[in-house]
């Protein structure tokens, strides 16, 4: 990492890929985000059960089909993206994937064998296979912004919501 990292990422970086990881132990991609969610409140559903490989297409359309079903989910805009949202990705050779939207450049995300890290989703091949980019309710409108680790004095890592 270096100092340009936001440091809401900081404690996520190095995690070990696991398949159907939910843990700092280990996590899969979906158990990245649902671990970053988690500790800043909004809790997210596991989905460890309802797939039989991480490769399968199952996990994020399941993510997508029933956070759309509640309402948990809002479409978002590249142009009004902000930390945090949810990018999807589909069409790699691995099976659907998600990340957490760190700037129009960079993403928290993490591979199967692999450790977290922040990565370039504007390039190839992120950028070629990116099927879709959302928010989850909690952080959208007038709903107060979630907190997660900053450094002191700077309060929370998200822009402000608008109402």
């Given amino acids: 990492m270096t100092?340009?990292?936001p440091s809401w990422a900081n404690p996520y970086v190095g995690l070990a890929g696991v398949p159907?990881?939910?843990t700092r132990a280990g996590v899969d991609c979906w158990g990245l985000v649902r671990l970053v969610?988690?500790?800043?409140g909004i809790l997210l559903p596991s989905y460890a059960g309802l797939y039989m490989d991480p490769l399968e297409h199952a996990e994020t359309a399941a993510v997508?089909?029933?956070?759309?079903?509640?309402?948990?989910?809002?479409?978002?805009?590249?142009?009004?993206?902000?930390?945090?949202?949810?990018?999807?990705?589909g069409g790699i050779g691995r099976g659907d994937h998600c990340g957490l939207w760190i700037?129009?450049?960079?993403?928290?995300?993490?591979?199967?064998g692999g450790v977290s890290g922040v990565t370039r989703h504007d390039l190839p091949p992120w950028r070629d296979c990116r099927t879709g980019l959302v928010r989850h309710?909690?952080?959208?409108?007038?709903?107060?912004?979630?907190?997660?680790?900053?450094?002191?004095?700077?309060?929370?890592?998200?822009p402000t919501a608008s109402p």
Avoid: K, Q
């Fill in 64 to 89: 997508l089909a029933a956070g759309a079903a509640a309402g948990d989910w809002l479409p978002v805009a590249a142009g009004d993206a902000r930390p945090l949202d949810l990018l999807l990705f």
């Fill in 137 to 158: 309710r909690a952080m959208a409108g007038g709903v107060a912004c979630p907190r997660l680790p900053s450094p002191p004095g700077r309060g929370c890592c998200c």
């Fill in 37 to 40: 969610y988690g500790e800043a």
């Fill in 103 to 112: 700037d129009p450049r960079r993403m928290l995300h993490v591979t199967i």
């Fill in 3 to 5: 100092n340009t990292e």
């Fill in 20 to 22: 159907h990881g939910r």
